[in-house]
Every structure is written in C-alpha cells, then in structure tokens.
C-alpha cells in the first residue's frame, strides 16, 4: 500500500468533503424546521462568490492586503447573501407555508433558476477569473503538493463553522427555540415562540454559511460562473440525505463521507466512475438506512 | 387578325415559361446547406455571407466560364432529418455544386444524397475524421483540418519537441474533448515511442480535482494532454501548480481561448494549445474579411474564412474544369492548387485540404503565440 498516495486523496477528500458540508448544512437546517428543499440554496453560494469578486475587485484597486480582502469580501458576502437568504422566504416561501408539499419545492427551483439569470443579465455568463485572496504562508511549503494554504483554511472554517452551530443549537435560547419549531412548529407557538423569526434565523445562518463556503472555495478554484451554484448544490444535497436530513451532525459526515468516497473512487478506481460510484452509495445507504446515517426514523403520528 | 395576335401572344408566353428552366442553367448554381436557423445558426450563417460575397465578387469579374453564380441556400438547422430534406431540394433545384453541410452529424446524413446524384459537395467545418477517412464518399471535400489532426499534433508534439514518453491523457467526457483523447492515445500508441500512463475522463464542473492532479502525479506522467474547454483545463492547470507539479500542459482548440487565460491568470503560462493555423497575415484572408465589413458592417462568425476558400476553391475547380462535369471538377480539386483564405490548398485523393491545418500555440507574457 503506497500510504503517501493514500493520504494525498485523504486530505484531498477532506477539502472537498468540508466543502460539501458547508453548503449542506443550509439544507439540512431549512429542511429540518420547515421540511423544505431548498433548491435555490446552490444559488445563494453562487451569489456570495460573486459578491466577494465584486468587492475584492474593488478593493483590489486601492492595494489592500490580501488577507484583509478575504475579510471584507466574506463579511460583505455574508451579509448580502443572508439578506438574499430572508428575502427568498419572505417572497417565495412564506406564502406557501401552508400549500400543499410541492408547491414551495417548484417554488424553490424557481427561485433557483430566476437568480441563475439574474446573475447572467446583471453580471456576466462568462467564467470569471477570482483572486487568490488566501496567501501561501512559508511554514506550508513542506505540505504544498498535498494541501495549499485554501484547503487548510477551508477545513479549519468548516470545523470552526459546524462547531460553533452545534454550541449554538444546543446552549443558547435561540437555538433552543430552533430545535423546539423544529419538533413541532405548531407546539411552539403556542409556548410563544416566533415561528417567523426562527425561520428567518435559520436562512441567515444557512446562507451565511453558504456565502462563507462560496468565498473560500472560489479562492481555492480560482474561478466563478452562474452555474457553479447547480453542482455544489445538488452534491451539497447528496450529502445532506446521505447523512440524514433535517440533522446538522448528519449533513457534516454525509458531506465528509461524500467527499472522501469521491477522492478515493477518483485516485483508486477510476474518475469516469466518480459520480456513478458517490451516487450508487447514496443509493445503497438509503436502501439500508433510508433516513441517511444519522437521520432519525420518524414515527407517524396518529 | 385580333384573335391570332391573343394567340400569338399566348404561344409567345408560353414559350417564354418553357424557356425559363434553359435561362436557369445559364447560372452555375451554388448550392448553400447548413444551419441558418435554430440553435446553431451563427455556425451556418457567415457560411451564406462567404458564398454571397464570393459569387457576388467573381460575378462582377464576368462569372465562371461567363456564367453568372447563383447562390441557393438551404436551411437544416445542423439536424440530420433537416439535412437530407435540404440535399434533396438542392439536387432537385440542379445545384452544380454544393458548400456546406455545416455540422459533421447533418453533412454524414446528407452525403448519400449527394454521392447519389453525383453532386460535389464540400464542407468548411465538419471536422468527423471519417468524412473523409472512410473512403466512401470520393466526392466530399472539406477546407477545415478533420478532429484527429489536432491530437496527432499534440502527441508529436509532446513526443518529438518536448521529448516526454510518459504522457497522462484526460478529457472532460463531452464528445469533443474525449475524441481529441482516444485519437490522442490511438496516435500515441500507434507510435510506439511513448506511453500512455493514464487515462481519464473527469467530471465538467466539479468543486476540485485535487484527487485527479494528485492521480497525475501518482502515475509518474511527464506530460499531461487534455482533450476538453477551458473551464476545466484551467482548475487542472491551477490545481497542478497549486500542488507544485510543473508538468508541460498540452491541449486543444477548445483551450486556445483568451478566456482561459484570462481565467488561469499566471499559472497560464507556458502552456500549449493547437489550434488552426494563423492566417491573419494572408492578403486574402485579409480581403475576405474587408468585403464582410464592407457589406455587412460587422466581423464575420465562425467558419467564415474555411467557408470563402472553400467557395473560392469551388468556383475557381468549375472555371478549371472547363464544365460542370462533377468527375472534371473532383480532378481539378485534387490536381489545381488555388490561392484562397486559409493559404494556397489542394485537396489530396480522400478530399482533405493539404496545406490546412493546426499549430501549436503557448502562452507566453499572457497571450497564445504560434510556435514555428
């Protein structure tokens, strides 16, 4: 066994695992609270990528450092992006809380086409190229041909990013009354929880994140377009199922499990085969566990 | 006297009608097919520009063997089923010789028509290197290089100029780019002086292909040839620099685009893309393109400069000929050469274009510069 080779699809897998992770807990949280698919999720990833080449090319021009665009551009992506996040409930779901199931998931994919155009019209359908905001410091030279200065930074902010959600849900009031609309969102009113307000919460924070991943995997690729949104997303939706959704640890491992599985069919088998292979465990582990690794098997209620 | 002069003139008439067809063969028919709508209609259009300007030009010299030419177009949307509809009409209209098809799948599916009536027909962009190769069809010509020149290119190239035997090929598995890589592996193994050390198709749109470039490195490749667009070309390049593997880049057409550099930035540099020869300094290249600003006020599309030598070529075999005898005219393709816009060209004995073809472009300080 050629262990070298080994780790280099580990980390590999890992950058693009966390990747995966970061955009499916968007899913997985908007689906656990209101159990909608939001497919215009991919989207809101797209957006923050282009927000943050908008703002890091203006900021470019007046020569600030890199490091500091990257904290600019992120902070400005974020924002936007989790105004973008409220706004697309406001105007497309909201209405259609209590529409039959359908209706808000073809809403979504709605919302997931008009902002795909919107960005054609109003920005470019080219491919762009995006700055390389995140510099290669010294100390990680000895590890550049298995990971760069992006990878890292992506996996430390997805590890920092999950670990701070799970404080969140599990010690403050708000993520208290998030897991509470969760369970029974009718229940929680009654106890005077802001249904809306937990809602709205929960596209701030999925999209935050989805804005934050955006930037980072920008930097790392070097490039963006509007379409970049469709295939982060539905592999982002992949791993969220994968991992059981509607469960914020579940979407972490789906998104890790998806994507060492991916690097390791590349490195061992064959690329041809990458997505017939992720796709087919999807399939295998919804036979056997059809609520994803973690999900939990709901009971009907009677 | 009144009723013989009302009959006079009806025989006159009908006279003039039956004469009509015996006017018509007076022009050389130029028969026009290809997409001039739909979908793909900005491929066939300059096409139709081409032969208008041409005959419009060689024309006002006094036509072919003092005919004027009379371009016909025909419509078929770059879709088979349309194709054959198109080469009927045409064969039924009496065209003498046919430009077009446009798309390599419309041009196969029309071709039988053709060979049947015995109509020559040449292409300025189906690229099917079985076109011509088959052998079946010795009256299809063609002015652009077919798709496996350019691999043959890129595998000399890599081999004879670069000296790497241990080449990895990869493609994107869309059409293009995994024919670029097969024809590439065919050539490099035909050769038998280098080695294919991977092959591999990786997937459009990915978020990275760390696990690819790290599988390159693994099979201990010298050189890495990829069959695709530049999307992908440029996060491999990236990610391969980005993971400190310098490995010369060679690649097709579908890369030889600005965008690619302007995307890949600095790790851009120094890597190789074939695509067609630069004509740009040809005066008939030159003049061709003056006489589409000057009719049509705007730079023409794609195919166009294949295109008006392929109508020059046409025209010029006719004149040669002496006849619109088809067998006359396929002699003088293969035997007369003729100045057009994409260099002085002869057809060999399959119908491909000598003299037309791919060169090896890098980028150098930011931009593609043809390699001698």
């Known amino acids: 066994m050629d262990w070298q080779y080994f780790w280099e699809l580990f980390f590999g897998g890992l950058t693009r695992g966390s990747i995966y992770a970061l955009i499916a807990l968007g899913y997985t949280m908007v689906y656990g609270i209101i159990e909608l698919i939001n497919f215009a999720h991919g989207e809101v990833y797209m957006l923050g990528a282009f927000t943050a080449l908008i703002v890091a090319g203006a900021l470019g021009i007046y020569g600030f450092p890199a490091v500091a665009i990257l904290i600019i551009a992120a902070a400005v992506a974020v924002i936007y992006c989790a105004a973008y996040g409220v706004t697309l409930e406001k105007i497309a779901y909201k209405p259609l809380r209590d529409a039959p199931r359908l209706s808000p998931l073809i809403s979504a994919i709605g919302m997931s086409i008009f902002l ?33 200065a992006s990878e890292v930074l992506i996996i430390v902010t997805s590890a920092i990013a999950m670990a701070a959600l799970t404080l969140f849900i599990k010690y403050t009031r708000m993520g208290k009354a998030m897991r509470a609309t969760a369970q029974n969102r009718k229940m929680a009113m009654l106890l005077g929880i802001d249904a809306d307000k937990v809602i709205s919460l929960t596209f701030v924070i999925g999209s935050s994140l989805a804005a934050v991943g955006g930037v980072l995997i920008a930097s790392h690729v070097g490039q963006v377009n509007f379409a970049i949104g469709f295939i982060a997303g539905i592999k982002a939706f992949t791993a969220a199922v994968l991992g059981g959704i509607g469960s914020i640890p579940g979407a972490m491992l789906g998104g890790l499990v998806l994507g060492w599985c991916e690097s390791f069919a590349t490195g061992y088998i064959s690329s041809d085969y990458e997505d017939a292979l992720a796709f087919g465990l999807l399939v295998l582990i919804l036979i056997f566990r059809p609520s994803g690794i973690l999900g939990k098997a709901k009971t009907q209620k009677v | ?37 739909g979908d793909l209609a900005s491929y066939g259009l300059p096409t139709v520009n081409a032969a208008k300007l041409v005959a419009k030009m060689v024309n006002a010299k006094g036509g072919v063997l003092g005919k004027q030419v009379e371009v016909i177009p025909q419509d078929d949307q770059c879709k088979p089923e349309l194709a054959t509809n198109a080469a009927t009409k045409l064969v039924s209209d009496g065209a003498n010789v046919v430009l077009g098809h446009i798309c390599s799948g419309a041009t196969k599916a029309a071709l039988p028509i053709y060979k049947e009536a015995n109509i020559v027909l040449m292409s300025p962009s189906a690229t099917n290197p079985a076109l011509t190769q088959s052998g079946d069809y010795p009256n299809f010509f063609r002015t652009i290089a077919s798709d496996d020149q350019q691999a043959k290119l890129g595998v000399d190239f890599t081999i004879e100029k670069l000296g790497k035997k241990k080449i990895a090929v990869l493609h994107d598995k869309g059409d293009y780019g995994k024919g670029y890589a097969e024809y590439a ?18 997937t459009p749109g990915a978020v990275d292909y760390s696990a690819v470039v790290q599988k390159i490195r693994n099979s201990g490749a010298e050189a890495v040839m990829f069959g695709g667009y530049h999307p992908e070309a440029s996060k491999i390049v990236q990610q391969m620099r980005k993971k400190r593997m310098d490995l010369p880049f060679v690649s097709d057409d579908g890369v030889k685009d600005d965008t690619f550099i302007k995307v890949a930035g600095k790790d851009a540099e120094g890597v190789y893309a074939s695509s067609s020869r630069d004509v740009s300094a040809l005066p008939l290249y030159k003049e061709a393109i003056e006489a589409h600003v000057k009719e049509f006020g705007a730079e023409p ?13 046409l025209l010029n075999a006719i004149e040669k000929a002496g006849s619109t005898d088809s067998a006359k005219i396929m002699n003088a393709l293969r035997t007369e050469f003729v100045e057009t816009s994409v260099g002085k060209i002869k057809f060999d004995k399959r119908g491909d274009a000598e003299g037309v073809g791919f060169s090896m472009y890098q980028v150098k300080n930011g931009k593609y510069v043809e390699l001698k």
């Not at chain 2, 008439?13 to 050389?28: E, Y």
């Open chain 2, 1 to 37: 006297m009144r009723k013989g002069w009302f009959k006079g003139l009806v025989a006159g008439l009908a006279l003039a009608v039956m004469a009509c067809p015996a006017f018509a063969a007076d022009t050389i028919k130029f028969g026009v097919a290809g997409a001039h709508s």
């Open chain 2, 301 to 313: 599309g794609a195919f166009y400069k294949e295109a008006y030598a392929a109508s020059l070529a």
């Open chain 2, 185 to 202: 592996k065919q050539f490099i193994e035909q050769g038998g002086k280098g080695s294919v050390v991977l092959f591999e198709g990786v």
């Open chain 1, 116 to 148: 795909q155009n919107y960005v054609i019209l109003a920005q470019t359908s080219d491919f762009m190229p995006f700055p390389n905001l995140v510099p290669q410091p010294e100390f990680l030279e000895p590890i550049a041909h298995i990971m760069g």
